[in-house]
């Protein structure tokens, strides 16, 4: 049996935006509610003079203050992602509103120092001196700690006189390892897996990079022949100040005010790659379950699955969704967590195609196809059969079934309707029943061990409430009611 797949949360004109995957070509001009067109630097003044205009056009928004901030942030760098994240609650805090878009390390530094953007999302401070028009919100955000890396069993520990006598790499545009390497010879990559890479194919002997950002590469990484090992002591540590141009300079004390509200009641910090519309319920449920129990926290979204569940179990707070099994499936990665035995989601998995339907009857009923899937959901890693593509995320996969180089594509319905509906392919149909459902739940960490039960309880008391299920409704209500 089949059946269209048909979004039931959208109609004809309207398209699903997806909170915190926004890109240079997504970032929205609040007044006039049209996307901002894809641009390159020469572009960018054109398009915020565009914005400001539109601000003028609605003096009654400009008098009330709805501007709405964009900020630049670095994308290669998972470090800058985090930071963004803690300039996100910041602004939340302080009743302003705000849209990040990506830039090159340098070329963000350039923007929000031309006025272009209206800041860096963070930077330490050693950067005042070479920008001199950018602003220091003086509260700190995060600390950043720099490391060096290698293969080489014969290098044990950190020492400066290194630099001089091996291979050096680093990322492009990071400004502590620009400092230190100055003067010196090194290779410089575009992004920390491609800085991991020249590691792993011996075109350098050390590799400096940001702890955050390093750690996570090396934790997806399970082909080296060598493994990579992070030196001892630290290379760098300092704290990271956001940045604002100094047109902006009115604002620098609410957000001082936010930031330090933060850090004397830090959130939890939950990681999780389910793409949206999961995130956004899993996040809006899981909010709100703190919220009663007289707690804050954040969803981070990492682009990845694994690279959630390696997060979540050594510098996080927890894994905001994943199946009740996960534990026996991945019993290192969670060692360090623990399950909230209340389910936060219900995961319901369909098969698509474009061939001719077929009956559903279990795993091995796409034995002998080409099944495609995404990488990091590890029940559909564990027990598709057949030839399997597995990618990131779930636009290339629709778009491969598209053109016939799959035979199938399994995916949450929710998440395949939006996508279907956002690629406008209308002629993938949905093959019913459903390939699985189970329920998520939270993982958190043992830290946290006396807040287990008492998530439990708060999710338990919003499904007999209805705010769990109202949550979804108006997530999805939303998201459907928004143009692209």
């Known amino acids: 049996m089949s059946s269209r797949s048909t979004p039931s949360f959208c109609h004809p004109g309207y398209r699903y935006f997806p909170s915190g995957q926004k890109t240079v070509a997504s ?47 670095s994308p290669v760098s998972l470090f800058h992602e985090l930071v963004r994240d803690r300039v996100k609650e910041a602004y939340q805090r ?83 390892a620009e400092d230190l390497m100055k003067g010196r010879e090194a290779t410089k990559a575009r992004d920390y897996k491609g800085l991991f890479d020249l590691l792993k194919e011996n075109r350098v002997d050390i590799v400096l990079a940001t702890t955050a950002s390093a750690d996570a590469v090396i934790k997806q990484n399970t082909t080296s022949d060598l493994p990579i090992r992070k030196l001892a002591p630290l290379i760098f540590s300092e704290p990271i100040y956001h940045y604002l141009n100094k047109k902006n300079s009115a604002i620098i004390p609410r957000l001082e005010q936010a930031i330090r509200e933060i850090n004397r009641h830090p959130p939890l910090i939950f990681y999780t790659g389910a793409p949206s519309p999961q995130r956004d319920i899993v996040q809006a449920r899981l909010r709100e379950a703190c919220r009663r129990i007289d707690q804050t926290c954040e969803v981070r979204f990492t682009g990845s699955s694994q690279r959630a569940l390696v997060l979540a179990g050594n510098q996080g707070d927890g894994d905001a969704f994943r199946i009740g099994t996960i534990k026996t499936m991945e019993p290192k990665a969670t060692d360090n967590l623990l399950l909230v035995p209340e389910s936060i989601l219900q995961v319901q998995f369909n098969v698509y195609t474009t061939g001719a339907p077929f009956p559903v009857n279990g795993w091995e009923s796409l034995a002998g196809l080409r099944n495609g899937l995404r990488v990091g959901v590890k029940i559909l890693e564990q027990k598709i059969p057949g030839n399997r593509t597995i990618l990131p995320d779930s636009d290339r996969l629709f778009k491969m079934l598209a053109e016939n180089r799959l035979d199938t594509v399994v995916e949450h319905g929710d998440v395949a309707e939006y996508t279907l509906y956002k690629l406008r392919l209308p002629n993938i149909r949905k093959l019913v029943p459903p390939l699985a459902s189970f329920p998520g739940y939270v993982l958190i960490q043992k830290k946290h061990h006396q807040l287990v039960q008492p998530l439990a309880d708060s999710l338990a008391a919003m499904k007999a409430d209805g705010s769990f299920d109202r949550l979804k409704t108006e997530i999805l209500n939303r998201y459907s009611s928004q143009t692209w």
């Open 27 to 73: 970032v929205r001009a609040t007044a006039n509610n049209k996307l901002l067109p894809s641009f390159n630097a020469p572009i960018l003044k054109v398009m915020l003079i565009i914005l400001t205009l539109a601000l003028q056009c609605h003096p009654r928004d400009a008098l009330a203050g709805d501007k709405t901030y964009i900020l630049s942030y």
């Open 94 to 176: 302080a009743g302003l509103d705000v849209q990040f878009i990506p830039l090159p390390n340098k070329r963000s530094l350039l923007s929000a120092d031309n006025g272009d953007v209206d800041g860096d999302v963070g930077r330490i401070a050693s950067i005042e001196s070479s920008f001199p028009n950018l602003r220091r919100v003086d509260a700190k955000l995060i600390d950043l700690h720099g490391a060096a890396y290698t293969t080489r069993t014969e290098i044990r520990s950190y020492d400066k006189g290194l630099l001089d006598h091996y291979r050096i790499g680093y990322v492009l545009g990071v400004r502590w």
